[in-house]
């Protein structure tokens, strides 16, 4: 269809007299539309009061008792020990660049013009780098311990590169389940199953208790990366059954299709079977990503400092006691703000990959 041609889009004006005509026809809708109006003009007013009106940007604690409102002068004086947690003051300018780093690779990442191998290769020379730079003890750097990392940096450390090595695990293991070969299907479903059938708490407590009895004498693995191996392994058991219940909604005839082409097995599953079944459930893929990553809050359970356990460490502070709920919104309003554009990245992908007409 050519741009002159095109449907207009609805004006402003338009789409308000459509949202009234549906909120006020009919004795119901209008039943339900002046509840809610109601309902609003009750709780919002308060809200904005104590929110904006009365609340404190900048002062002490005392200043705040004052003022009746919302303290965000707490979430000021915490911010930055939210994103670094007990990383040495001297050294956070590590973790920052770590952060740009990360950031810069995972939207150069929802970016399809970047969807190369080169992609790849710089995720893994990024991890190296990271790596390097937040533990230091090399190219002059002075060694900071795994412990002392924490905040906004670790929880991202954990979810991106979590979710990023479980999902090709997931597709191996999803494809493992529907092998043919009995072997095979009996591993890969008894991984899936033992795996899910367990809370991420006691996987996260065998990785930083029970997997070091298995390492070779002399053998030792960091912590962080103890968290990394369980945090991966139940990420990839739960997307593998997303990704098998996208392979079981394939048409038939697709696989008979490929099978008529003289398609390898691989050939079969890498250029015709997988990127439709990947499509047809991004939003069951998002949804379960969004849910992992919520996840990553239950590292301190074997001491890993994420974003959220340094908020809740902020409120034992003597100096600043009595302001939970600045410290509750501050964080809700982060990982609302991170999951809400994991949302419409999937969205924006749905509409990419859904061919026309559909």
């Known amino acids: 269809m050519s741009a002159s041609t095109a449907p207009a889009l609805p004006t402003f004006t338009e789409r308000a007299r459509d949202f009234a005509k549906a ?7 209008i039943a339900i539309s002046l509840a809610c109006i109601a309902l609003l003009a009750w709780v919002v007013p308060p809200m904005l009061r104590w929110a904006v009106l009365d609340a404190t940007w900048s002062g002490t604690a005392a200043e705040c008792r004052a003022a009746g409102g919302a303290c965000w002068a707490f979430v000021r004086e915490k911010f ?5 947690g007990l990383y040495p003051f001297e050294e956070r300018w590590r973790p920052a660049t770590m952060m740009v780093i990360l950031v810069t690779l995972v939207v150069a990442s929802t970016l399809r013009i970047f969807w190369t191998r080169w992609l790849l290769l710089a ?4 991890a190296v780098v990271m790596w390097v730079l937040m533990q230091g003890g090399v190219l002059g750097l002075s060694f ?3 412990r002392q990392w924490g905040g906004l940096a670790i929880t991202g450390i954990i979810a991106v590169y979590g ?8 597709i191996v293991l999803a494809l493992g389940r529907r092998s043919e070969l009995p072997l095979v299907r009996w591993f890969c479903t008894a991984i899936i199953e033992c795996v899910r059938g367990v809370p991420l708490i006691s996987l996260l407590f065998m990785a930083a208790i029970m997997l070091p009895l298995f390492m070779p004498q002399g053998v030792t693995l960091d912590r962080l990366v103890r968290v990394l191996f369980a945090y991966t392994l139940f990420t990839a058991a739960y997307m593998a059954e997303v990704v098998r219940g996208g392979l079981q909604a394939m048409p038939r005839g697709q696989y008979e299709a490929a099978d008529a082409l003289g398609l390898s097995y691989w050939k079969k599953m890498r250029l015709i079977i997988l990127p439709q079944a990947l499509t047809i459930t991004i939003p069951a893929q998002v949804n379960t990503f969004i ?7 239950l590292v301190v359970v074997i001491g890993v400092f994420d974003f959220f356990t340094t908020l809740r460490a902020s409120l034992g502070d003597p100096n600043w006691l009595g302001f939970p709920t ?7 309003a982060v990982y609302f703000v991170l999951c809400f554009a994991m949302s419409k990245y999937s969205q924006r992908l749905e509409r990419d990959f859904t061919p026309a007409g559909r």
């Open 291 to 297: 849910g992992l990553f919520k996840d990553t809050t």
């Open 326 to 332: 600045e410290a509750y919104v501050y964080a809700a």
């Open 144 to 146: 900071v311990e795994t």
């Open 163 to 170: 979710l990023a090595l479980g999902y090709p695990l997931a």
């Open 23 to 29: 909120c006020f026809t009919g004795p119901l809708n």
């Open 80 to 84: 930055w020990f939210s994103i670094f």
């Open 123 to 126: 995720w893994a020379v990024a």
